[in-house]
C-alpha cells in the first residue's frame, strides 16, 4: 500500500518554502524533500507536525492507494 | 553556527584528534592519546550545542538504525571469519593467535551489547529496570569470578619445583627471597 501526500502543493499555496515548513515541522530541510517526493513514509507524530504547520489534517494531508 | 560550519568544524576536529592520537601512540604517550579524545568528545558537544538547525531528525535516525543493522551484520561474519582464520593458521605465526582471539572477542561483545540494548529497548520501563538490574548483578558476578581466578588460581606466580623457584606466567613480584623446599 503506497501512501501519497500533497506536501508540496498545500506548502506553495500557502507561500512556504521547504525551509519553512522544515522548521515548523522541526525537521531538516531534507526530509520535507523526500516527503514531498513520496519517497519517505513519517512518523504520526511528523505527519501530524506537517499537517498542523500546513494548516490542515492529516487525513487531508496524505491518501493511501 | 550554521550546520555547514559545525560540520567544516567537526571535520577540521577529527583530523586534528587523529594527528594527536597518531603522534602520541608514536610517542606511547597514551595519557596524551586519552586526554585528547575527552577534549575532542567535550568540544564536538559544545560545537553541537550552539547549532541553531536540527542536525537530525527521525529519517536520519532511522537511516542510522539500518545502517547499524547492515553494518553489525558485515562485521560479525567478517571477524568470525578473520578469527577463525588466523586462530587456525596460528602456528604458521605467533602474533595470529593473539589477533585473533582480539577480533572473536571483540566480535561476541559487540553481539552481546546488541542483543542486551535491542531487549532493553523493546521492553516496558519496568521491564527495563529489572533488565538493567540483572545485567549489573551478572557483570558484577563475572568480574568477581574472574578476577578470583586471576588471583587465586596460581596463575602468574612462582612455584617450588625440584628445589627451584620456578616462574609460571608472569609473576608481578620478584622471585621468593626464602629458600625451595
Known sequence: ?65 | MTFAQYRTARAALAAGLGALVAASVVMENFPLAAAAVSVAIIIALFLRSRVKEIIADERDYQSGGTAARYTLSVVAVVGAIASFTLLTLRSSNPLFEPIGSVISYSVCGMLLLYSFLFTYLNREYEGRRKLLYMSVAAILVLVFVVAGLRIFSGEDAWRCENGQWIEHGHPGAPMPAAPCH
Request: net charge positive; hydrophobic share 40%.
Open chain 1, 1 to 65: 500500500m503506497a501512501i501519497k501526500n500533497c506536501i508540496k502543493e498545500l506548502r506553495q499555496k500557502r507561500g512556504m518554502t521547504q525551509e519553512d515548513l522544515a522548521q515548523s515541522a522541526k525537521v531538516r530541510r531534507e526530509t520535507i524533500v523526500f516527503l514531498e517526493q513520496n519517497r519517505y513514509n513519517p512518523s504520526l507524530q511528523l505527519a501530524h507536525d506537517v499537517a498542523e504547520a500546513l494548516g490542515t489534517t492529516i487525513d487531508k494531508l496524505f491518501s493511501f492507494s
